[in-house]
């Protein structure tokens, strides 16, 4: 498998994968679909379109052989500016217990060393257990991992160091 991370070249690719992304997480969130039966994805588009607008927004498809299999979406995190963050981070049903998110988050984080923070879901334990064995691989150094609140929601917290020379 050829695993490649390249920059995203427009918003609406990354909100056409953003549909699948919001279905995967309705488990924990509770979205709804609108009344069309559909994850709208209009009010992610002003989450999103910092990620072609500003010089510290990092939007990536994450691709398999040629072909999309997911996006990494890299930032500085707003609160902390010298820490980056996987702001959003998904790959295709198809693609997982294969090895793409590993590989697609390695080379993300590949790309800017230095301090990094990474959210997750209290409730989603899959992704918990995804990131805490990535992370664990990847990481140089200390890992701290604890509860803390982003904005007015309470999320997992992993704070941890990259490399240059990894």
Not at 9 to 19: Q, S, Y
Not at 53 to 64: A, E, K, T
Not at 124 to 151: C, T, V, Y
Request: glycine share 6%; hydrophobic share 40%; net charge negative.
């Amino acid at each position: 498998m050829d695993i490649k991370l390249v920059d995203a070249p427009d918003i609406d690719v990354v909100l056409n994968l953003f549909t699948y992304y919001l279905y995967d997480m309705s488990e924990y969130t509770g979205w709804p679909v609108d009344e069309y039966g559909c994850y709208p994805t209009e009010p992610q588009r002003e989450m999103l379109e910092p990620y072609w607008q500003r010089d510290d927004h990092y939007p990536f498809l994450i691709q398999v052989d040629g072909g999309t299999a997911g996006f990494s979406m890299l930032r500085r995190f707003p609160a902390e500016p010298d820490w980056y963050d996987v702001g959003q981070f998904f790959v295709l049903r198809k693609f997982k217990q294969l090895g793409v998110g590993q590989a697609a988050f390695d080379l993300s984080v590949s790309r800017f060393p230095g301090q990094w923070i990474t959210r997750v879901l209290t409730n989603n334990s899959g992704a918990l257990a995804f990131w805490k064995k990535a992370i664990h691989r990847r990481a140089n150094g200390p890992i701290q991992f604890r509860i803390e609140m982003d904005d007015d929601l309470e999320m997992h917290f992993f704070r941890y160091s990259i490399d240059a020379h990894c």
